[in-house]
Nanobody
Framework: QVQLVESGGGLAQYGGSLRLSCAAS????????LGWYRQPPGKQRELVASIFSGGRTNYADDVKGRLTISRDNAKKTTYLQMNSLKPEDTAVYYC???????????????WGQGTQVTVSS
């Protein structure tokens, strides 16, 4: 059974840094697009950053230059380095992974359980 397990959330001060990790476990044939989403209190989930299998990245406008997504395919892990944090970055952060569990299957999106990030002013 495929699972995504997140770690690294917590409390940070304004201008501080945190690094989130998301590791996939289980039988995986191929890893496609990896992403990080967040859901601020009382708001809908939104895309923060994504990284395609070839390494190309995509960021939401309000995190460009502050947050960096990366991937380590050998470790089946994606990271989100968060610098220059602001109170408006406070949210539950979710990782996503488009995974193929066998050669003949389609890619299916899996989600992590979510990790809380709180930034104090």
């Amino acid at each position: 059974q495929v699972q995504l397990v997140e770690s690294g959330g917590g409390l940070a001060q304004y201008g501080g840094s945190l690094r989130l990790s998301c590791a996939a476990s289980g039988v995986i044939y191929d890893i496609g697009t990896l992403g990080w989403y967040r859901q601020p209190p009382g708001k809908q989930r939104e895309l923060v950053a994504s990284i395609f299998s070839g390494g190309r990245t995509n960021y939401a406008d309000d995190v460009k230059g502050r947050l960096t997504i990366s991937r380590d395919n050998a470790k089946k892990t994606t990271y989100l380095q968060m610098n220059s944090l602001k109170p408006e970055d406070t949210a539950v952060y979710y990782c996503s992974a488009d995974l193929k569990i066998r050669f003949s299957s389609a890619y299916v999106r899996y989600w992590g359980q979510g990790t809380q990030v709180t930034v104090s002013s």
